[in-house]
């Protein structure tokens, strides 16, 4: 299994959180900023979200979605937050994945950590060397 990069979206559609360990395929030979990724991994998730709700009601949820090149995986809390994480196609679901790194991850060291602020205004991302270490050997671990 290959993960190639996880983002984090607050409620306000802002990117607050990215990290990469591979570029996907796809994107290798394009010359696109890591916020431009940010925006085009949103776009998709936000009309794929939206057209499914459209087509199969409210109950049905948006997991995943796959391209010749990579898998898109996707979860998102009550509080609106949206994790996403992109993976090689051969990849099976990463909802389960995606469910630990918020529970045990961005609960653990962003949500109960009282200089963590509650609202990234602006963008602003999540800046914690804890959550950050915990994420990339949880991944790497993975993989």
């Not at 996403?84 to 790194?101: A, E, F, G, K």
């Not at 991302?125 to 950050?132: A, D, S």
């Amino acid at each position: 299994m290959v993960v190639y990069s996880f983002y984090i979206f607050d409620r306000h559609t802002e990117c607050i959180y990215q990290k990469s360990w591979l570029p996907p395929p796809s994107i290798q030979t394009t010359t696109t900023s890591s916020s431009d990724n940010a925006k085009l991994v949103f776009g998709t998730v936000f009309s794929l979200r939206n057209m499914v709700r459209k087509l199969g009601g409210e109950d049905d949820a948006f997991i995943s979605f796959r391209t010749a090149q990579y898998k898109l995986h996707y979860y998102e809390t009550a509080s609106s937050l949206r994790f996403v994480m992109l993976t090689d196609i051969s990849t099976l679901s990463m909802r389960n994945v995606l469910h630990q790194i918020y529970i045990n991850l961005w609960v653990e060291y962003v949500v109960k950590n009282p200089l963590s602020p509650v609202e990234h205004k602006g963008g602003e991302g999540v800046r914690n060397e804890l959550f950050e270490l915990g994420l990339d050997q949880f991944i790497r671990g993975l993989m």
